[in-house]
């Protein structure tokens, strides 16, 4: 269990810390010398069961808050200590201030100093001091925290205070399981013989000697070469513990305080992040879309601007949900707790959870977003996952969900049973039903307003009908419409299955002469002047009926009066998918080669499969597109 102090400078945490475990937190020569903390402090004490405490001792400076901060995040108990001969104090407010928000709901409060009280006065004055602390804690969720008197000079009290977080310690909740590895480095260093450390606190997961984590914000990879838990040496590290993690790939200069090192598959670097927001209930105004604040999140301090989402102002006390938009990137994850502070970071203004780290720019105040980040806010995550694949009608993308809830595999994202999963999509079967419906309908429409045609493509569908879908859930309810036999495919073209454009009583008669003519070409087939003449028909009337089956699917325009019958463009579609060159792609010289057919005529083909979609250029070479099902190609 991880342990923070809070309190006024000069209460005694320091003090008192060393009476507990006797380990001096002040580690540098100007706190020694001036008797303050300037940075942040560690101890521990390991007791005969087995049981750990790790203490984050913090400056109690109000120049120092931002440093009180970064060790504050990811502590399980607050250890609030108020002197008894100052009692409350401005620092003693704001430690408590960052405390609550940041979501601690444990804490114990050390009335320091009593020694210093005369015998006489005591009991009086520490019924008062208790008075006022009570007093500070009632409207905070750390009320009715149990008050021990102490003196770290004398050792009375400590032996008790020393047993209660113990204790504590031997009750503490179980921690969400099935989690990957995250931890907030809040120090950075290098030993000789050793390497590059970071300190920090194991927000999830395990982590073991010779794994390979990810540094956030960045893409660098780290190897772990050596761990000490809780200041043990040890082969493994667990949420909820201090940690020292040696790491191999990465130089002492490239690490800094308010970095990550994590699993690599959730490793995510975020500007701009959904959050419920709260604002302390001592705030003098209310708060307003368009403040800038500082974000201290994790280990981090970055300057934000706040844009609240469903209302116009928040009053002091309340929640609203809100986006941050970052002036730098950041490691976030759904159910971090962040303190934010106004813009000259000279008060504590409000505390923030975040719901969803992957925020959009658009749409982000619409009733369906709304909803959305009300399913984020959920706290167990088989509802709240439930909540999110029902409140979104196209689907969920499940890689990401995993990423934002720390889930290394998106299959452990636990999907109700009505959840179809489509590649990287899950969506419910209501909604692909729904969709599937949509797109009948929108073809229905088309097939009104063009009864000569035989149907939009797939991509000209896609606008019409979903345009915002996954490409993955587009295919699977097109191909699934075809496997009920409600969506015909022909050729490039989709049309339900009562609907074909239709030819005139002419057209049809020329058709049953040109499409012959057209197969028997091959490869090379006839232009339209030539059809003509062999025909005996108009080359006008040629092109009209050319451009009828075109539209029916059984022919195509590869350039102007040239026409190719589907058969032999599936001949040739598959040529193309076997001449492909791994990565390098589709050459147009072992096309040529591989049909028999000019330089020109076979750079006219490839163009022509760009065109349809089947194909797309990049540069000079052609590769594939993968999610076409033209021609019979499959991804």
Same mark, same amino acid.
């Given at each position: 269990?991880?342990?923070?102090?809070?309190?006024?400078?000069?209460?005694?945490?320091?003090?008192?810390?060393?009476?507990?475990?006797?380990?001096?937190?002040?580690?540098?020569?100007?706190?020694?010398?001036?008797?303050?903390?300037?940075?942040?402090g560690y101890a521990y004490l390991h007791a005969p069961d087995g049981v750990s405490l790790g203490f984050v001792d913090v400056p109690g400076?109000?120049?120092?808050?931002?440093?009180?901060?970064?060790?504050?995040?990811?502590?399980?108990h607050a250890l609030l200590v108020v002197a008894a001969d100052d009692g409350v104090m401005p620092q003693t407010r704001e430690h408590l201030a960052v405390v609550a928000l940041l979501g601690v709901r444990e804490a114990t409060v050390a009335i320091t100093k009593i020694d210093r009280i005369d015998e006489a006065l005591r009991e009086a004055r520490l019924a008062e001091v208790r008075a006022g602390i009570a007093a500070l804690l009632a409207p905070t969720p750390l009320a009715g925290a149990p008050m021990l008197a102490v003196s770290a000079t004398t050792g009375e009290g400590i032996d008790a205070l020393r047993e209660r977080l113990l204790e504590v310690a031997r009750q503490e909740h179980a921690r969400e399981e099935g989690l990957a590895f995250r931890l907030a480095v809040d120090r950075s260093f290098s030993l000789s013989g050793v390497g590059t450390v970071v300190t920090g606190t194991v927000f999830s997961g395990t982590v073991r000697i010779g794994d390979e984590l990810r540094v956030v914000p960045g893409n660098r990879t780290v190897r772990v070469r050596g761990i000490h838990a809780q200041n043990q040496q040890a082969e493994s590290a667990h949420a909820g513990q201090r940690c020292a993690l040696a790491l191999a790939g990465v130089a002492k200069d490239e690490m800094h305080r308010g970095d990550w090192v994590c699993t690599p598959g959730i490793a995510l670097s975020t500007d701009r992040i959904d959050v419920l927001l709260t604002l302390w209930p001592d705030e003098a105004r209310p708060l307003r879309s368009g403040t800038t604040v500082h974000a201290h999140l994790g280990a981090s301090d970055v300057m934000a601007s706040l844009a609240l989402l469903d209302r116009d102002a928040l009053a002091p006390g309340e929640t609203a949900l809100a986006q941050l938009v970052l002036k730098e990137a950041v490691g976030a994850w759904h159910g971090d707790r962040g303190v934010l502070r106004d813009a000259s970071a000279t008060r504590t203004v409000a505390g923030v959870r975040v719901l969803d780290p992957f925020a959009p720019v658009r749409y982000r105040r619409t009733p369906e977003r709304l909803r959305t980040l009300a399913a984020w806010a959920i706290e167990d995550r088989t509802a709240r996952v439930a909540a999110l694949l029902h409140n979104a009608p196209l689907g969920m993308d499940t890689a990401r969900t995993a990423q934002a809830l720390s889930l290394s595999d998106e299959a452990a994202v636990p999907l109700p049973g009505d959840a179809v999963r489509i590649e990287h999509t899950a969506i419910a079967q209501s909604h692909l039903d729904a969709l599937e419906e949509q797109i009948a309908g929108r073809l229905a429409d088309f097939h009104r307003t063009a009864p000569d045609e035989v149907g939009p493509d797939a991509r000209r569908l896609k606008r019409l009908a979903g345009p915002r879908a996954d490409?993955?859930?587009?295919?699977?309810?097109?191909?699934?419409?075809?496997?009920?036999?409600?969506?015909?495919r022909s050729g490039t073209w989709l049309h339900l299955p009562d609907h074909a454009a239709r030819l005139n009583e002419a057209e049809q008669k020329l058709a049953q002469k040109l499409l012959p003519k057209l197969a028997d070409g091959g490869f090379d087939p006839p232009w339209v002047r030539?059809?003509?003449?062999?025909?005996?028909?108009?080359?006008?009337?040629? =092109?009209?009926?050319?451009?009828?089956?075109?539209?029916?699917?059984?022919?195509?325009?590869?350039?102007?009066?040239?026409?190719?019958?589907?058969?032999?463009?599936?001949?040739?579609?598959?040529?193309?998918?076997?001449?492909l060159d791994g990565p390098e792609g589709l050459q147009a010289a072992s096309f040529r080669d591989a049909?028999?057919?000019?330089?020109?005529?076979?750079?006219?083909?490839?163009?022509?499969?760009?065109?349809?979609?089947?194909?797309?250029?990049?540069?000079?070479?052609?590769?594939?597109?993968?999610?076409?099902?033209?021609?019979?190609? =499959?991804?």
């Open positions: 269990m991880i342990i923070g102090t809070a309190g006024h400078i000069d209460h005694g945490k320091t003090t008192l810390v060393r009476a507990l475990t006797g380990v001096d937190t002040d580690r540098l020569p100007e706190e020694k010398r001036r008797g303050i903390s300037i940075e942040l400076h109000e120049r120092l808050l931002h440093t009180m901060l970064a060790g504050a995040t990811g502590i399980d490409d993955s859930l587009w295919r699977h309810a097109l191909d699934d419409l075809v496997a009920r036999g409600a969506l015909v030539d059809l003509a003449k062999d025909c005996a028909a108009s080359e006008p009337m040629v =092109r009209q009926t050319l451009a009828s089956l075109a539209r029916r699917g059984e022919a195509f325009q590869v350039v102007k009066d040239l026409y190719y019958p589907l058969a032999t463009v599936e001949r040739l579609a598959i040529i193309a998918r076997d001449c049909t028999g057919l000019g330089r020109k005529r076979a750079i006219q083909l490839l163009e022509f499969f760009d065109r349809v979609g089947y194909t797309r250029r990049v540069k000079d070479t052609h590769l594939l597109r993968p999610d076409t099902s033209l021609f019979g190609a =499959r991804p």
